[in-house]
């Protein structure tokens, strides 16, 4: 079982003829996903030749969905074009929609995401952030394929590298899915909606949720896994030496006065019953007790 995507994923890519699109369609495809094809307006009717799969480009999200049945779009086009991109797959209706450009203003993420309230029919995840992966089936976005295996863990983290990591140390035991929802002020996807849908998925044991310092999305989370989630959940967030008033890579990672630490935060996971730990490397050591229990 996974969340999100599975073998069914039939994915476009927004962006496939520039060289970030393209570099990553290859390394999708090598993983396993199945991609139908590209948009980029201006370019339809055109294909691409991606190590021998003979890919259609579109102009729009809609053609492209009306011709491959795609399910499932990823976008990696440059910040400026990113709200108008996304918007077109929302038009298009399409289910899943992630977007992993970095850089996009926060007012036009803020716009796009309002948009796809609105219209109640596509997920978004990102923007700035790695994708998801289900190991074997899926793979949407740019997490590397061979650092994890198939397995009962579920991943969350606003953290791309620290997606990987926790993959990677954990890649004996293996993951249902890992979902990297980025770190920007205004992001598709929560903590909460991963936390819910590992829930409910009966082949998720465990859950790693990964946060950062900023905001109140893992207090939030915290309440959530009290209130819900009956399935151990062990933490990590990232930031513990960071200092006040300085954003820390991620344009939503920003303390401010006693606001968003990483130590307030990882009270509220115990409190909830999480056990955090101190390193990324401490809290897989910790999932390891757990599921050897």
Request: proline share 5%; with cysteine.
């Given at each position: 079982?996974?969340?999100?995507?599975?073998?069914?994923?039939?994915?476009?890519?927004?962006?496939?003829?520039?060289?970030?699109?393209?570099?990553?369609?290859?390394?999708?495809?090598?993983?396993?996903?199945?991609?139908?094809?590209?948009?980029?307006?201006?370019?339809?009717?055109?294909?691409?030749?991606?190590?021998?799969?003979?890919?259609?480009?579109?102009?729009?999200?809609?053609?492209?969905?009306?011709?491959?049945?795609?399910?499932?779009?990823?976008?990696?086009?440059?910040?400026?074009?990113?709200?108008?991109?996304?918007?077109?797959?929302?038009?298009?209706?399409?289910?899943?929609?992630?977007?992993?450009?970095?850089?996009?203003?926060?007012?036009?993420?803020?716009?796009?995401?309002?948009?796809?309230?609105?219209?109640?029919?596509?997920?978004?995840?990102?923007?700035?952030?790695?994708?998801?992966?289900?190991?074997?089936?899926?793979?949407?976005?740019?997490?590397?394929?061979?650092?994890?295996?198939?397995?009962?863990?579920?991943?969350?983290?606003?953290?791309?590298?620290?997606?990987?990591?926790?993959?990677?140390?954990?890649?004996?035991?293996?993951?249902?899915?890992?979902?990297?929802?980025?770190?920007?002020?205004?992001?598709?996807?929560?903590?909460?909606?991963c936390l819910r849908a590992f829930q409910d998925d009966p082949n998720t044991e465990a859950i790693v949720m990964i946060g950062e310092i900023?905001?109140?999305?893992?207090?939030?989370?915290?309440?959530?896994?009290?209130?819900?989630?009956?399935?151990?959940v062990v933490g990590y967030v990232a930031g513990f030496t960071a200092p006040e008033g300085k954003t820390m890579g991620h344009a939503g990672?920003?303390?401010?006065?006693?606001?968003?630490?990483?130590?307030?935060?990882?009270?509220?996971?115990?409190?909830?019953?999480?056990?955090?730990?101190?390193?990324?490397?401490?809290?897989?050591?910790?999932?390891?007790?757990?599921?050897?229990?």
């Amino acid at each position: 079982m996974s969340i999100f995507i599975d073998k069914s994923s039939r994915v476009i890519v927004q962006g496939m003829t520039g060289s970030e699109g393209t570099k990553h369609t290859r390394r999708m495809i090598a993983s396993g996903t199945t991609i139908v094809g590209g948009v980029t307006p201006g370019k339809g009717g055109q294909s691409v030749d991606i190590d021998g799969h003979i890919l259609p480009v579109f102009n729009t999200v809609a053609e492209a969905v009306a011709t491959t049945g795609a399910n499932t779009s990823v976008v990696f086009v440059p910040p400026k074009f990113a709200k108008a991109a996304v918007v077109d797959a929302i038009d298009a209706a399409v289910p899943l929609v992630v977007v992993i450009t970095e850089g996009i203003p926060v007012h036009d993420t803020a716009a796009f995401f309002a948009y796809a309230q609105a219209k109640g029919s596509t997920r978004l995840i990102g923007p700035n952030c790695p994708g998801l992966i289900t190991p074997g089936q899926s793979n949407v976005g740019i997490i590397p394929a061979d650092i994890t295996g198939s397995g009962p863990i579920g991943l969350v983290s606003k953290s791309g590298t620290l997606t990987y990591q926790m993959a990677f140390e954990l890649r004996d035991i293996g993951i249902s899915t890992a979902v990297g929802i980025g770190g920007d002020p205004v992001i598709g996807t929560t903590h909460i909606d991963c936390l819910r849908a590992f829930q409910d998925d009966p082949n998720t044991e465990a859950i790693v949720m990964i946060g950062e310092i900023g905001g109140d999305a893992e207090e939030r989370a915290a309440a959530f896994i009290g209130e819900y989630v009956t399935k151990p959940v062990v933490g990590y967030v990232a930031g513990f030496t960071a200092p006040e008033g300085k954003t820390m890579g991620h344009a939503g990672a920003i303390v401010s006065g006693s606001s968003g630490t990483a130590q307030g935060k990882k009270d509220a996971l115990e409190a909830a019953g999480v056990r955090v730990g101190q390193t990324p490397s401490e809290s897989a050591r910790l999932m390891r007790a757990i599921l050897k229990r």
